[in-house]
């Protein structure tokens, strides 16, 4: 076997497991595709829906509306009576931590003001989008974000 018989043989060796590579690059890519195209569906599923908060020509980055943590939804009356009672939450990692208003569409408070809360949705798998974020210790203030903290509606609960 001469040398230019192993070159070669060694060429068709790199250029198969390049297109093994390939293949497999293509394949995880496909599949992170398929996640993204799905939670990023979950995500939005409400507001294709039409459960997304209405627009309003208000200027605050809020709308206030009236209850006595009797809003209707089940989920959404259970969080605020955890709330009130301290607990135990579904969450208890990630319940009580401090939001941080980052977006600015609460108003300015000190750090550590504000504190969220998951909303369960029911036939969602993981935390969706909903919470509540309240203000000072114990919460003085409530306020519902069904979209992920891209809009509030403040909660008068008693």
């Known amino acids: 076997m001469n040398s230019r018989d192993v070159n070669s043989r060694n060429n068709n060796s790199n250029s198969n497991r390049q297109n093994k590579k390939s293949w497999k690059s293509t394949a995880l890519s496909v599949l992170v595709l398929i996640a993204i195209i799905f ?8 507001a294709l829906l039409g459960d997304a908060p209405s627009n309003t020509t208000s200027t605050s980055s809020y709308v206030e509306i009236e209850t006595n943590a009797v809003t209707g939804d089940p989920q959404i009356d259970q969080t605020v009576a955890l709330i009130q009672q301290g607990g135990p939450f579904p969450y208890p990692n990630k319940d009580g931590t401090t939001f941080y208003n980052r977006e600015g569409r609460l108003p300015a408070q000190s750090q550590g ?3 969220e809360y998951t909303v369960p949705t029911p036939g969602v798998s993981h935390r ?19 979209d992920h903290y891209d809009s509030f509606r403040k909660l008068k609960v008693n």
């Open 39 to 46: 939670f990023g569906y979950t995500e939005l599923k409400p």
């Open 113 to 115: 003001y504000y504190r």
């Open 128 to 146: 969706g989008a909903r919470r509540i974020v309240t203000g000072g210790n114990p919460p003085t203030v409530y306020y519902l974000t069904i």
